[in-house]
């Protein structure tokens, strides 16, 4: 099975502020990877998939990069309705697999 | 507009069994693999299983392997997870998911969730 490692587990930043997440593949994954956003009591919402492709309606401040094993997502300017718990997950292989999550909270 | 809502989730015995079922609206259904995946409380996100468009192929994560079983009814749009000798473990809200191209892929679009709660 393909690990993903990611990290931060938890972070806070104000309201403005560039925030980055890493993803680490156990394995090449190619560009196999997307970025959710889960809010408590919503339905997790996808924002990029193939590591950088933006989702329609998406707000542009979110943008991904990586391929092979190293992964980043980046929320240039972080803003009141971000917070909520973002998860990298490859679909290179099954069984598809999840990072940990990374809980983002307005300082 | 793709609508995923689950349903079939409540208080279950361990070693009993419970079945979730999902109906799918607002895109062709047999065009699509959908999913299965469930979030234990206080824990992250957790892949259960997968069934292609066709039902010819299926696939499940280990933790339930075995247990489980995924199926779709074409006929009725409708997706299904039959959870036989339930542990308290799967307690978890259980969502269904779309593949956003064939059998896997990015899911995109997901239900609201049924919450599957395993206790004597």
């Known amino acids: 099975d393909i690990q993903m490692t990611q990290s931060p587990s938890s972070l806070s930043a104000s309201v403005g502020d560039r925030v980055t997440i890493t993803c680490q593949a156990s394995q090449d994954i190619s560009n196999y990877l997307t970025w959710y956003r889960h809010k408590p009591g919503k339905a997790p919402e996808v924002l990029i998939d193939d590591a950088s492709n933006f989702e329609t309606g998406v707000p542009s401040r979110f943008s991904g990069s990586g391929s092979g094993t190293n992964f980043t997502f980046t929320i240039s300017s972080l803003q009141p309705e971000d917070t909520a718990t973002y998860y990298c997950?490859?679909?290179?292989?099954?069984?598809?697999?999840f990072g940990g999550g990374t809980k983002v909270e307005i300082k | 507009q793709v609508q995923l809502v689950e349903s079939g989730g409540g208080v279950v015995q361990p070693g009993r069994s419970l079945r979730l079922s999902c109906a799918a609206s607002?895109?062709?259904?047999?065009?699509?693999?959908m999913h299965w995946v469930r979030q234990a409380p206080g824990k992250g996100l957790e892949w259960v299983a997968v069934?292609?468009?066709?039902?010819?192929?299926?696939y499940y994560a280990d933790s339930v392997k075995g247990r489980f079983t995924i199926s779709r009814d074409n006929s009725r749009n409708t997706l299904h997870l039959q959870m036989n000798s339930l542990r308290p473990e799967d307690t978890a809200i259980y969502y269904c998911a779309k593949s956003g191209s064939g059998y896997y892929y990015a899911f995109d679009s997901w239900g609201q969730g049924t919450l599957v709660i395993v206790s004597s």
């Open positions: 069934i292609s468009n066709e039902e010819s192929n299926e």
């Open positions: 997950q490859q679909y290179d292989n099954l069984p598809l697999t």
């Open positions: 607002g895109f062709t259904f047999t065009n699509y693999g």
